[in-house]
Structure formats: C-alpha cells, structure tokens
C-alpha cells in the first residue's frame, strides 16, 4: 500500500479534511496531508491553522494510492487553480487509480471532464460545475475511479468506502462500529 495525499488549500473545509485522516489512520491507512502553500501551515475556512505532514513538491506520484479533495470555499477553488495539481490528478487518472472529493471539490474533477458519463455527488449549488455528469445528490457516490461526498455530513461515510475499497468490508465495519457510527445513525444522528 502507498500513500493516500490528503491536500489542504487555504480555505479548506476542516471536518471534511479531520474526518478522513482520523477515519483512514485508523485503519492503518498511510496518510499524509498535503500543504497546497509554500508552508506546511494551512488555514482552513473556519480560520484553524493545521500543520500538514509536507510540502506539494514532497508528492510522489509513484506512491500515490489516492488523492482526496476536501472541499470547503475558498480552498475548492484554490485546489482547482492549481496547475500542478491538475497534472497530478490527470497522470493518477490515467493509470487507473482511486480519486475522491468531498463538498464542492467534485468540481474540480468535473471541470477537467474526468466525471463525464458517471455518477457523482456535491454540495447543492455546485451540480453544474460536474461536467458530463449525472449529478444524484445523494450523500455518497461510488463510481468508476471516484469517491465522492456531498458535503461535511458525508465525511464519514466516504471514510468508510475508502477503507472497504482498501481493506475490506470487515475493517471498515469494525472502524464504523468502533466509531459509534451504527448508534448514532439508528438515533437519528
């Protein structure tokens, strides 16, 4: 197993970048959280400095398993300007690799044409920047390459899909279990 790249652009969403680590590191997944800046300091979109693990240049593409977006306003926008980035994302698209997004960095995805045909899911408002895609609103949507989530309530759930997709449906029921995640859902959480 390589990495899994975690990238944080000013503005990111916080849960959405939090909820994945803590679930992925839980599974033993390695996870490295990416600074989209000249510093290894990123703030997020509710004004929280997070000290990622390392710099963008610091990627190797060669060991990368799967990139994961979060989204939030500005960071979602912030990841898609970014060139470099967007040729990362093209290169782990064409050798047939796991990509996910959260909230409305789908749209970054769908802005390069990569969802065209799929399934897919984003924050409300966002459905048009999902080019060529059929845009479900549903919370969590698993097509092709792709994992995506509607926004900070999906967080947990799109967790759970990365970690069955890697470790199976058993550990990803033993986390969601251990979590609590089951109770909180029969109460209506």
Known sequence: MNQIYIFLAPGFEDIEMLGAVD????AALPVQTVSMTDSLMV??????NIEADILFEDVNPDHASLLYLPGGMPGAANLQAHEELAKLI???FEAGR?????????????QMGLLDGLRATCYPGFEEKLKGAEATGELVVRDGQFFLGKGPAAVLSLAYAIVEHFCGAAKAAEIRNAM????AIEAGI
């Open 23 to 26: 679930v992925l590191r839980r």
């Open 43 to 48: 703030m997020s979109s509710h004004y929280v």
């Open 90 to 92: 093209r290169q782990h």
């Open 98 to 110: 796991p990509l996910a997004a959260i909230c409305a960095a789908p749209m970054v995805y769908g």
């Open 180 to 183: 609590l995640y089951p109770d």
